[in-house]
Nanobody, 117 residues
Framework: QVQLVESGGGVVQAGGSLRLSCAASGSILSFETMGWYRQAPGKQRELVGSIFKSGATNYVDSVKGRFTISRDFTKNTVYLQMNSLRPEDTAVYYC???????????WGQGSQVTVSS
């Protein structure tokens, strides 16, 4: 019944910006954690970052200072603001959400982000 719907992917030149959104269908749900993974061609899936109920965040080192995760608790929506994009950021980005540490993740459908040089 829970569904995560992503939007905002696209093509951008190096140095540009994009913002991804991920909205959970069940707006009454309160997720412990929401965040983003990405997978580049030929590479493993990588956790980009997460945001918790407390508002605390974490990020993979390669995006620190460039990407910002935020969330709207009322809408159960998580955002990924991506600035200073680099070609190596090119990947399919998947949002995720979980209700607690004991539960499985819910997943978005994936958004292609392509950064051209």
């Amino acid at each position: 019944q829970v569904q995560l719907v992503e939007s905002g992917g696209g093509v951008v030149q190096a140095g540009g910006s994009l913002r991804l959104s991920c909205a959970a269908s069940g707006s009454i749900l309160s997720f412990e954690t929401m965040g983003w993974y990405r997978q580049a061609p030929g590479k493993q899936r990588e956790l980009v970052g997460s945001i918790f109920k407390s508002g605390a965040t974490n990020y993979v080192d390669s995006v620190k200072g460039r990407f910002t995760i935020s969330r709207d608790f009322t809408k159960n929506t998580v955002y990924l603001q991506m600035n200073s994009l680099r070609p190596e950021d090119t990947a399919v980005y998947y949002c995720y959400a979980r209700l607690s540490r004991r539960t499985d993740n819910y997943w978005g459908q994936g958004s292609q982000v392509t950064v051209s040089s």
